[in-house]
């Protein structure tokens, strides 16, 4: 059996279902021209339109639309050519409007579904119910003056993607991986960046419990949880919550709810609202949005290669298992600097150094692979080094520090610090004479049967030689002398 939680009365399975709100690349606008950059001075980037003057005519940018087709298309899920907007009414102060244009019984993507990864190495489908467009809100700033609220518009009419998944999940971990995927597909696509820290990507996550096997519950909504960890934590505690509710006797009560990180729990924000609260109806001022096969076909040319593919690609062509594979396609700019080193080298080296050593490298100085402190063609340079034998393993490792630290080239490195091998057999018979003479003890031991000194006596001679001897070299050679020979 999968993820249960074990209540006072019994085990509990948890279901969920998330709705994501992502932010459309693009340079204007849904609905106007205005710019959509992140951090301008507040209420620079508004239009008569965002600002809802009165008179103000929406025009639709053919950009989100594509945007969201495109979106549509990495999630194999089906293009709707009809689609239309609506108002969704209610009163909020920076929604000038008084009415938000989404799109409510025809959204222009319809089902779909993502394959999800999880630890054991299994795999799963969750369901894409729809993918909708419409205007994000202003934002309202309540700790920037002791007794007023100030409203910034830049954000208001800036174009979502509503992504709306089926209650296909069962486990935090599910969740985690389903945000974490999607962010992928979004970012391979290009049509949103997935930054959770500024808000262009933020989950509502449904949850309900129930008893294995019996039908769906009540479940709750926990609003705008900001990252893959809340997500996970915000889910477990509203889990617990309701499992207790139930097993009081009560009766879990369909609400909106927010996740405090800092205590761990949900807290009620408002009685969940129904689709009549809204009054949805078709927007006058925008006729149905249609849209030619021809142009879908188009967008799904011009696709990137989307990560399942890649991640399946990177299997056959260089011979990767699935947990590499998975982690070099997490990001395009992972996936292309792996393919740069290793062109021409061993692709198992090249996916063992960049997993360990880079990634590595990376959470130490805090730089991203766009920007990594060694470049592909530097680290390729080092493994070179490594292949042909003009350095060891353990003298690779010192290497790529100093190019971490100092930014030089592995060659440079090799060369100014003599961190050359030594292949020369009369230098290693040397060390391994001196070691063994001054290991009189050690060496009457291992005579006597003792097996396991003789890692110890390699230990010694690299230790003698700097690191720089050759390993097999220094194997041969003991080998030979401790023989008897
Ligand atoms: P609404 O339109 O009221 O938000 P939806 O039916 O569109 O309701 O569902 C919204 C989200 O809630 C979807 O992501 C869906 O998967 C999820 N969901 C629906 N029923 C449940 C349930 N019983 N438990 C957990 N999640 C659910
Ligand atoms: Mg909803």
Redesign the pocket.
Known sequence: MGYVIEGKTGPWEV?????VHAQVISQAKLFSGAATAFGGEPNHQVSLIDAAFPGMLPVINRECVAQAIRTGLGLNAEINLWSRFDRKNYFYADLPAGYQISQYQHPIVGKGEIEIELSDGSTRRIGI?RLHLEQDAGKSLHDQHPTKTLIDLNRAGVALMEI????DMRSPEEAGAYLRKLRTILRYLGTCDGNMEEGSLRADV???VRRPGEG??T?C?VKNVNSVRFVMQAIEAEARRQIAIWEEGGVVEQETRLFEPGRGITRSMRSKED?HDYRYFPDPDLVPLVIDAAWVEELRRTLPELPDAKKRRFMEQYGLPAYDAGLLVAEAATADYYEKLARGRDPKLAANWMIGDLFAALNRTGRSIEDPPVAAEGLGELLDLLTDGTISGRIAKEVFEIMVETGEGARAIVEKRGLRQVTDTAAIEQAVAEVLAANADKVAEYKSGKEKLFGYFVGQVMKRMAGKGNPALVNEVLRRVLGGG
């Open positions: 279901v969920i279902g998330l709705e119910t709306v998944s089926e209650p449904n949850v309900s769906f519950r479940r909504e689709a």
